[in-house]
C-alpha cells in the first residue's frame, strides 16, 4: 500500500476517534513523504512536532497498524519543503462524500467606491471552480512557542469553531508580533472551514464604512454586512477607535448583536481594552467577555525557527553561524527579524555572494534597531513571585506533594519559567525537584486549561503582571549600569 492510500485510511480512523478540533488542529496538517521509507509525517513546524508526539502518536500508530494490517514504523519530521503560502481546503473522503457545493457569490456596491463581496471584507482571492484559496497568511505558516502558543491555537479554535468561551477573542501585543498574521488567518481559515461571508476589517476600516453609511443614507446596507450576513467579524487595531463615540456605539450594538446570535468576533490591539483612551465602558465589557491573550516577544527559540521558516520559504539557504548571529542580535519583534531577513537576502543576490558572517554583520548594522539591555530571570525568581501569590514557599512547590492546592501552583510555575527565561525543561524540573517529562505535561496542561477557565486566566494575568514589573525593574537596573560603564 502506497504512503498516501495509507495516510488516508489511517485519517478516515483518526477523525472518529479524536474530537474534531483536535483532528483539523493537529493531524489534517500532517504531510506524507512519499520518498521515505515506512510512513513519513511532515509537519508545519516543530512546535507542531512536538505536539503531535505528545497527545497523538501513539493513536495514529495504532490506526496506521489497523489500515496496513502489519506493523507500520511511524516517523515525524518537520517539514523542511512547506508549500507555498496558500491555503488549500483539503477534506477526508468522508467529508468531500457529504459537501454541498459553495454558492455563488454576487458583488453589491454599497457606495461609490462600492464593496468587493458582501460580507467579506478580504483582499485575497478565490479562484473560481477550485477549492484553492489564495490567501496572504495562513496558520501553517505561523510560527508556535510559548510565547504566542495561547494565541495561536485560541485564534484556530474560533476559526473552526471548536472551542466554547473564546469568542469574542482579544489579541494584544506590541506591534510587529503577529496580532495581524494571525487575524488574517482566522479569516482565511473561517472560509476554508465553510463560512460564505467573513468580514475582516480595521478600526479605521469600520470607521469609514459607518460614516460613509450615514452619508449616503445606506445604514441598511450596512448592517446587512455587518450583522444579519456575518459570520465571523475580525476588526484589527482597535485602539484606533478611541474618542470616537459614535463609532464605538454602532460597534456597541453591532458585537452586542452578532454575540446574541452565536457569531464569533475577534479584536486586536497594541494594548489591552482597559488601556485603550476613551473607550466605552460597555464596549470594553464586550472585548473582554471572551479570551484576552497576549502574543510576547519571540524568545530564541521562536527567533530561530522564524529565520528558519522563512529562508526556507524563500528557497534561500543560510549557514547556522549567521542564522544563530541573527537570533543573538534581534531580540525585537517579527517584523525586525523579517526586515534584516530581507536585507541580508537582496544585500546576496545584488552582491552575487554567498551568505556569510560578514554580509550578515553589514546587514544588522543597517536595519536592526539598537540593542535591548534586558535582564535575564532565572527559574528561581519565577518560582519565588508564584510562591508569594499563592501564600506558599518555594520549597512547598518543590515538594512531593500531589494536593491540588501545591500541584496547580507547581504547574504555573512552570509555565512561566518556560515563558519567561530562557531555561530548558530540564533546568526548570530541576529549580522544582522534578523531571522533565513532568515540566512538559505541565506547560500543555496550563495552556489547555487557559482556554477553558477564566479565573485561570486572570491567576496567570496577575502573576504575568508582577514578573514584568521585576523585568522591568531590572532592565532598567542593568541599562543605567551600561551607562556608567
Not at 182 to 190: G, H, K, P
Not at 329 to 341: F, I, M, P, Q, Y
Request: proline letters at 5%.
Amino acid at each position: 500500500m502506497k504512503p498516501n492510500e495509507l495516510w488516508t485510511g489511517a485519517l478516515c480512523l483518526l477523525e472518529k476517534r479524536t474530537t474534531a478540533f483536535s483532528f483539523e488542529a493537529w493531524l489534517q496538517p500532517l504531510r506524507v513523504d512519499e520518498s521515505a521509507s515506512g510512513l513519513k509525517l511532515c509537519c508545519p513546524n516543530a512546535f507542531h512536532q512536538g505536539r503531535v508526539r505528545d497527545r497523538f502518536l501513539q493513536e495514529i500508530t495504532s490506526c496506521v497498524t489497523e489500515v496496513a494490517a502489519n506493523d507500520i514504523n511511524v516517523e515525524l519530521v518537520v517539514d523542511e519543503h512547506p508549500p507555498a503560502l496558500a491555503l488549500v481546503q483539503t477534506a477526508t473522503p468522508a467529508q468531500a462524500a457529504t459537501r454541498k457545493p459553495a454558492p455563488e457569490k454576487k458583488t453589491t456596491p454599497m457606495s461609490k467606491g462600492g464593496w468587493k463581496t458582501p460580507g467579506k471584507r478580504w483582499t485575497g482571492k478565490q479562484s473560481t471552480g477550485s477549492t484553492q484559496v489564495e490567501l496572504p497568511y495562513s496558520f501553517s505558516s505561523f510560527v508556535t512557542g510559548g510565547c504566542n502558543a495561547l494565541a495561536r491555537e485560541a485564534s484556530y479554535a474560533l476559526a473552526v469553531g471548536g472551542q466554547h468561551g473564546v469568542s469574542p477573542l482579544f489579541l494584544s501585543s506590541a506591534s510587529g508580533m503577529g496580532k495581524t498574521h494571525l487575524a488574517r488567518s482566522v479569516a482565511a481559515q473561517a472560509l476554508q472551514s465553510g463560512a460564505d461571508n467573513v468580514v475582516c476589517t480595521s478600526a479605521e476600516g469600520f470607521t469609514g464604512d459607518f460614516l460613509t453609511a450615514v452619508r449616503n443614507r445606506q445604514m441598511d446596507q450596512f448592517k446587512r454586512v455587518y450583522r444579519r450576513n456575518c459570520e465571523l467579524l475580525v476588526i484589527e487595531d482597535v485602539q484606533f477607535l478611541s474618542g470616537k463615540s459614535s463609532t464605538q456605539m454602532e460597534l456597541f450594538h453591532t458585537v452586542e448583536h452578532l454575540r446574541e446570535s452565536g457569531v464569533r468576533v475577534m479584536f486586536t490591539s497594541d494594548r489591552f481594552p482597559r488601556d485603550i483612551t476613551s473607550l466605552d465602558p460597555r464596549l470594553c465589557s464586550h472585548m473582554t467577555a471572551g479570551l484576552v491573550a497576549e502574543i510576547e516577544p519571540p524568545d530564541a527559540h521562536v527567533r530561530r525557527e522564524i529565520l528558519r521558516d522563512r529562508a526556507a520559504r524563500g528557497g534561500v539557504h543560510i549557514p547556522p553561524a549567521c542564522i544563530e548571529l541573527l537570533v543573538s542580535s534581534l531580540r525585537g519583534s517579527v517584523r525586525d527579524l523579517e526586515g534584516v531577513l530581507i536585507q541580508l537576502v537582496s544585500s546576496s543576490a545584488l552582491l552575487s555572494r554567498s551568505i556569510d558572517l560578514e554580509l550578515t554583520e553589514n546587514a544588522l548594522k543597517k536595519v536592526a534597531p539598537p540593542p535591548v539591555h534586558e535582564a535575564a530571570l532565572d527559574p528561581e525568581i519565577i518560582i519565588d513571585i508564584v510562591a508569594k501569590f499563592f501564600k506558599t514557599a518555594p520549597a512547598t512547590l518543590a515538594s512531593r506533594s500531589r494536593r491540588r492546592e501545591i500541584l496547580l501552583p507547581r504547574q504555573l510555575a512552570m509555565y512561566l519559567c518556560h515563558r519567561y527565561t530562557d531555561a530548558s525543561f530540564k533546568q526548570i524540573g530541576r529549580a522544582l525537584n522534578k523531571e522533565h517529562p513532568s515540566v512538559s505535561n505541565a506547560i500543555r496542561v496550563i495552556e489547555r486549561r487557559m482556554l477553558e477557565r477564566a479565573p485561570l486566566r486572570y491567576q496567570v494575568e496577575a502573576i504575568s503582571s508582577r514578573i514584568e514589573q521585576i523585568k522591568v525593574q531590572r532592565s532598567s537596573e542593568l541599562q543605567s549600569r551600561s551607562y556608567e560603564i
